[in-house]
């Protein structure tokens, strides 16, 4: 609702009744003088609306997925296959580790699972064949017993080769150090040539970071009152708030918050705060600091005057309004925030009143 401005004759009461002293003053005999017509004001009437807010912080980019790319397997390394700083498509060869001896224990696991399944052959066999002398009393029960073991025996034998032919087979692909994910590949941790351990548990030796710069993350922190007005205001989903990027960068892109934490930071007082940019093409770097405003609220229903219209003096704000005579009267109000080029009111006007602004 756009305010209603007009103009008319302000303060007319105060400024006649300073040219009736002057003449006063003068007497009689003084010459003539003409009266000085009242003075024209702006008023606006007082109406509430709905304010757009825009709120700014300072955030930093980072990726959406930082992976490290460690060694499984101890060995030399012997290519580096990608160039530092390109991109990389997931399932990309970016190291070999000596595959040699590798490919050696898997050759031997699998000749173990061969000779495990002729071994389940020639039990099987013996088994069926002491079967079926068993039955006609030809063979003791004591040696149908043992060739029963004997191929369960093998069959368990056929199972564990099986296993450390599938644990070698892993061991000889780690050897291959791939991609796992799309992104920017860094430099090389290792240069070819180094020895490096596989290691367990916490992982082994790095040999990269891949950064995942599309889409791209930027992390801001608010205050708490902020964070507790943002929740108010969007009724706990700030989803749809939209993200631009007011300096710190030129790229053409906006975002939209995707993530506020549920807990304050007690030893800053601050709310994280995240927001998604879509970065196909790398314009946003990680680590690249910026300043954002988040804009998609609104204060609800506030009056707002000019500041211009808006006085402060011993006994603290206050502003003139126009009565039904069309004399001007002061009002002491109560301000709750700024609010772009004017004061957000709490207290003092009520709607439909005219209110000096100028």
Known sequence: MTPKLSRLPGLSLVLAAGATLALAACGSSAPPQHQMPPAEVVVETVAPRDLPLTLEYPARVSGSRVVEVRARVNGVVTQRAYQEGQPVKQGDLLFRIEPDNYKAIYDQAAAQVAIQQAAIQQAQTDFDRVKALVAEGAVSQREFDQAEATLAQARAGLAAS??????????????????????????EAVTVGNLVNGGAGAGGDLLTTIVQADPAYVEFSMTEPEFLRLRALTQDNAANLEVNVRSGSRCATSGHVDFTDSQVNPATGTVRARAVFANADGCL????????????????????????????????????????????QPRPIKIQESWNDHWIVSEGVTPGERVVVE
Do not use: H
């Open 162 to 187: 099986q296993a450390n032919r599938t644990a070698a087979n892993l061991s000889l692909q780690y050897t291959e150090v791939r991609a796992p994910v799309d992104g920017i590949a860094s430099k």
């Open 285 to 328: 770097v990680s680590g690249q600091f910026l300043a954002i405003e988040v804009s998609g609220l609104s204060i609800p229903q506030a009056i707002a005057l000019p500041k211009s219209g808006v006085l402060f003096g011993q006994f603290g704000a206050m502003v003139w309004v126009i009565g039904e005579d069309s004399k001007a």
